[in-house]
Nanobody
Framework: QVQLVESGGGLVQAGGSLRLSCAASGLPFSNYVMGWFRQAPGKEREFVAAINRAGVNTNYPDSVKGRFTISRDNAKNTVTLQMNSLKPEDTAVYYC?????????????????WGQGTQVTVSS
């Protein structure tokens, strides 16, 4: 079956960096658009980043643009989220997800596969 397994979360001070990874199995990885979402307590799950199949095109909301970078390695079936200049408001559980639609990669409703999530906590 399809598995998406996130790693790399943790506790970091504001201004610091973290690198999240997602290892995919059970699906033709290079055929899927990969995304990252996050969910803070009491809030809806929100879009963080997406990358197309070839790893050429990316998509970010304004809240993380210039601070976060998504990349992928199709040979290793992994997608990575490099997070720099972290802020306390970045604190959330971060989820890796897979979809076939880059044009709507900002919408969580387009994703059919999800990981279990990894906690990121940014202290002030």
């Amino acid at each position: 079956q399809v598995q998406l397994v996130e790693s790399g979360g943790g506790l970091v001070q504001a201004g610091g960096s973290l690198r999240l990874s997602c290892a995919a199995s059970g699906l033709p990885f290079s055929n899927y658009v990969m995304g990252w979402f996050r969910q803070a307590p009491g809030k809806e799950r929100e879009f963080v980043a997406a990358i197309n199949r070839a790893g050429v095109n990316t998509n970010y909301p304004d809240s993380v643009k210039g601070r976060f970078t998504i990349s992928r390695d199709n040979a290793k079936n992994t997608v990575t989220l490099q997070m720099n200049s972290l802020k306390p408001e970045d604190t959330a559980v971060y989820y890796c997800a897979a979809t076939q639609f880059f044009s709507r990669s900002y919408s969580r409703n387009e994703y059919g596969y999800w990981g279990q999530g990894t906690q990121v906590t940014v202290s002030s």
